[in-house]
């Protein structure tokens, strides 16, 4: 959810805050102290070195990615994203949550020949500057606006509202909306989960922590086409789902 700018612990205002009712506020408060934890690894984003052997890996200069952590994706995140597009080769890739990560699924993507990724962000401004950003160094990404609203009675929080989306999605990236939404906010991406590709691929980032962990329980006795299971490598631990082909 931001491109270079050094991020703090949480995240910014938005006027989607407004619809965010008192039993959410309560649900964040309630799930504060266990959250913690995970939101003071995160700064850390992942060692130096993996950073430089990632913009190795992808041709890009030294200094192309930002200071990582906090509310950016984190190394392990990013490596693990990069095995499975240089692996997989996937045509549609849908991300939630633009930024570094953006910059470097449109590097992966460029690198093995696949179309251009499509990106939701609730953030106009960073929307602007993630397209920017991505010019710079000659990649592309279809970056659009999407507020965030409540989407149905399923889920609490707030989603991203991408109007219509095209079915056949080969890999689907959820690292937003941030929890301070609602710890939950993000399992409000099942509501996609029938346009993906048989064989599709789902990875929801901060899966360790508790919000995300109830995510994965529900979505696992919901969609039982979908194979989870939590891999535990980065700073945050990213939940993988596979749909059975």
Not at 8 to 32: F, I
Not at 176 to 192: E, K, S
Not at 209 to 221: I, N
């Amino acid at each position: 959810m931001t491109s270079r700018e050094t991020t703090g612990l949480l995240p910014r205002d938005h006027a989607a805050n407004a619809h965010v009712g008192w039993a959410d506020r309560a649900a964040v408060a309630l799930l504060a102290p266990f959250t913690a934890p995970f939101l003071l690894k995160s700064l850390r984003g992942g060692a130096k070195h993996e950073k430089q052997r990632l913009c190795r890996r992808l041709d890009l200069a030294p200094d192309a990615l930002p200071n990582l952590g906090s509310w950016k994706a984190d190394t392990g995140f990013l490596h693990l994203i990069v095995d499975h597009i240089l692996e997989h080769r996937p045509q549609r890739v849908v991300e939630f949550g633009c930024g570094a990560s953006s910059l470097v699924i449109a590097a992966a993507l460029k690198q093995v020949g696949c179309p251009p990724h499509l990106s939701f962000d609730q953030h106009a401004d960073f929307v602007d500057q993630t397209r920017g950003w991505l010019r710079e160094h000659g990649l592309e990404a279809e970056i659009r606006h999407a507020a965030l609203k409540p989407i149905d009675d399923d889920w609490p929080g707030l989603f991203y509202d991408t109007g219509a989306l095209e079915d056949g999605v080969e890999l689907m990236i959820i690292d937003g909306p941030p929890w301070t939404i609602h710890p939950m906010t993000r399992g409000g991406a099942a509501r996609l989960f029938g346009h993906l590709a048989p064989g599709a691929t789902v990875l929801l980032d901060d899966a360790a922590r508790p919000g995300e962990r109830l995510v994965a329980r529900r979505w696992k006795k919901a969609h039982p086409e979908i194979d989870f299971h939590l891999w535990k490598g980065g700073e945050k631990g990213t939940l993988v789902g596979r749909k059975r082909g």
